[in-house]
């Protein structure tokens, strides 16, 4: 999991006030222990019930649920958004597996190899004249690639049409065409059919940010699961 530093302050009542935090991936930078809050409407997640354990040796899934319900239609702005400039589904996604405990690897290849997975936040949204970004970080198909070269991450094709994996919350969804991934999501919740339902934001340009939307049957559709069994090393 991540180390959190914060900075304390006791006032006259004798109360233990929390002045700052931080992480040590700056998931959250800030100046104040204040969250957005999650959409009132938004179901939540039964952790007493859910299928999935909480840690998988480094990987955080509730973690990774959390940021994704808190801001799945509030974009942090501590980090850049792409809805209007090709979609953000694989950025928003990136950001919940760093707050599930993913470390960024700014090293070991080009800004596009399948080796590194980083991304330098809010006021490096473009990668010119620097590369502030890996592709892995922002497009469908190098998370895709990024994916594939883990030691930790399994992939497995679901052809809804024929058989269903089995998902944990904080797996991540793909969708494929042509052997080409251009959607990314996460698992958020199960329906009452034990069914994933997956959250992310626009899947292109104009596109809607979609809560806890649940994956069934599509005729044509082609998905690849990641099933996350731990940490990025």
């Keep these: 999991g991540m180390s959190y530093w914060f900075s304390v302050q006791k006032n006259a009542q004798g109360e233990w006030k929390i002045l700052s935090w931080r992480d040590d991936v700056d998931v959250l930078p800030g100046s104040a222990w204040d969250y957005p809050e999650i959409d ?3 179901p939540r997640v039964d952790r007493s019930s859910s299928v999935s354990a909480r840690y998988s040796s480094g990987y955080d899934r509730y973690a ?32 919940c ?13 080009s800004y596009c190899s399948n080796q590194v997975w980083y991304h330098n936040g809010k006021g490096y949204c473009w990668n010119s004249p620097n590369k502030n970004y890996s592709c892995s970080w922002t497009q ?7 994916l ?23 797996d991540i969804i ?21 069914l994933p339902q997956v959250t992310y934001r626009s899947a292109g340009t104009g596109g809607n940010a979609v809560l806890n939307k649940t994956i069934r049957n599509p005729a044509n559709s082609l998905y690849v699961l990641w099933a996350i069994r731990g940490s990025n090393n």
């Design 40 to 42: 009132g409407n938004a």
């Design 64 to 95: 990774a649920v959390d940021y994704a319900l808190r801001h799945w239609n509030n974009p942090n702005p501590n980090w850049c958004e792409y809805s209007r400039n090709g979609g953000d589904c694989t950025n928003f996604v990136s950001q």
């Design 97 to 109: 597996l760093l707050a599930g405990g993913w470390r960024q690897k700014k090293t070991g290849g």
């Design 140 to 146: 469908a198909k190098d998370m895709h690639n990024y």
């Design 148 to 170: 594939s070269a883990r030691a930790n991450v399994s992939i497995q094709k679901w052809n809804t049409k024929y058989s269903t994996p089995a998902f944990q919350l904080g």
């Design 174 to 194: 793909q969708e494929v065409s042509g052997g080409r991934a251009y959607h990314t999501m996460i698992v958020t919740n199960f329906d009452e059919n034990g």
